[in-house]
Nanobody
């Protein structure tokens, strides 16, 4: 079983930056493929970025060049560095992994507004 706890969401001005963190329980974090999803009000949850256990990454077109996903296996922590934030990035951001079952964090709110 895996527990995921996100943090770092905040109110940010357009053009600003924010870093999200996701702390994972357990000792097998380094073996897990991880992902960030987001859900804006009235919209479906969408995939933002993925990182494999070998640190291969992929991004949604909407965030490519602005967001960076990374991981620190020594700290069992997943990160999402978000730069050049836009109002349309406003959403609840979720950390996700799959280990037989789907595991989601509780989400952290990012609001981009002046």
């Amino acid at each position: 079983q895996v527990q995921l706890v996100e943090s770092g969401g905040d109110l940010v001005q357009p053009g600003g930056s924010q870093r999200l963190s996701c702390a994972a329980s357990g000792t097998i974090f380094r073996l897990l493929n991880m992902a960030w999803y987001r859900q804006a009000p009235g919209k479906q949850r969408e995939l933002v970025a993925t990182i494999t256990s070998l640190r291969s990454t992929n991004y949604a077109d909407s965030v490519k060049g602005r967001f960076t996903i990374s991981r620190d296996n020594a700290k069992n922590t997943l990160y999402l560095q978000m730069n050049s934030l836009k109002p349309e990035d406003t959403a609840v951001y979720y950390c996700y992994t799959k280990l037989n079952n789907d595991y989601w964090g509780q989400g952290t709110q990012v609001t981009v507004s002046s």
